[in-house]
T-cell receptor, first 116, second 116 residues
Framework: AQSVTQLGSHVSVSEGALVLLRCNYSSSVPPYLFWYVQYPNQGLQLLLKYTSAATLVKGINGFEAEFKKSETSFHLTKPSAHMSDAAEYFCAVSARSGGSNYKLTFGKGTLLTVNP | DAGVTQSPTHLIKTRGQHVTLRCSPISGHKSVSWYQQVLGQGPQFIFQYYEKEERGRGNFPDRFSARQFPNYSSELNVNALLLGDSALYLC???????????????FGPGTRLTVL
């Protein structure tokens, strides 16, 4: 079974500072990993996904994540935070849900606050 | 192009009632998944449908059911509502044309269900 742990339910940074959101996974097979962002009262938007092509994945809005197998991690970073980055971020792993079908298993989320 | 649409946006029901939530996928997408997101938690997988057939089911009681129509839209039904069913219900669509485990899911804005 696959699972995801997001370390830190709330991260607060200053505008212009580095953003680091942590995600560790557990998987019995090579994982496929995703980061989604959720703005207040909205659905989830895909930021980036790792599908084994490259360990450093670049996404939208300047975000990137690095897959580290030895550390079972897939941390999300952005060099310089903007006020508009304030949202909840979810890490997810693609997990088998039966037969050849897959589902997303999400972490509990990290709320990012950006201070002026 | 229109994204995933869901209706209604908000719904208030009382315990014991029945509710139907609706979802229209992105044009050309054949797979629809449903998720429940309780306040402060990550989304939890409920169902996945592909080409009108159920392809995956999460750990939810039989009070939850769903179906997919020939135009690939979908309904989620919940019977005998409990207070604990209060949540944001998210629908996601994907093409279903690529390997399932890497298939990007696109989320709708959700239906906020409140059970009193």
């Amino acid at each position: 079974a696959q699972s995801v742990t997001q370390l830190g339910s709330h991260v607060s940074v200053s505008e212009g500072a580095l953003v680091l959101l942590r995600c560790n996974y557990s998987s019995s097979v090579p994982p496929y990993l995703f980061w989604y962002v959720q703005y207040p009262n909205q659905g989830l938007q895909l930021l980036l996904k790792y599908t084994s092509a490259a360990t450093l994945v670049k996404g939208i809005n300047g975000f990137e994540a690095e897959f580290k197998k030895s550390e079972t991690s897939f941390h999300l970073t952005k060099p310089s935070a903007h006020m508009s980055d304030a949202a909840e971020y979810f890490c997810a792993v693609s997990a088998r849900s039966g037969g050849s079908n897959y589902k997303l298993t999400f972490g509990k989320g990290t709320l990012l606050t950006v201070n002026p | 192009d229109a994204g995933v649409t869901q209706s209604p946006t908000h719904l208030i029901k009382t315990r014991g009632q029945h509710v139907t939530l609706r979802c229209s996928p992105i044009s050309g997408h054949k797979s629809v998944s449903w998720y429940q997101q309780v306040l402060g938690q990550g989304p939890q997988f409920i169902f996945q449908y592909y080409e009108k057939e159920e392809r995956g089911r999460g750990n939810f009681p039989d009070r939850f059911s769903a179906r997919q129509f020939p135009n690939y839209s979908s309904e989620l039904n919940v019977n005998a509502l409990l207070l604990g069913d209060s949540a944001l219900y998210l629908c996601a669509s994907s093409s279903g044309l690529v390997a399932a485990y890497t298939d990007t899911q696109y989320f709708g804005p959700g239906t906020r269900l409140t059970v009193l």
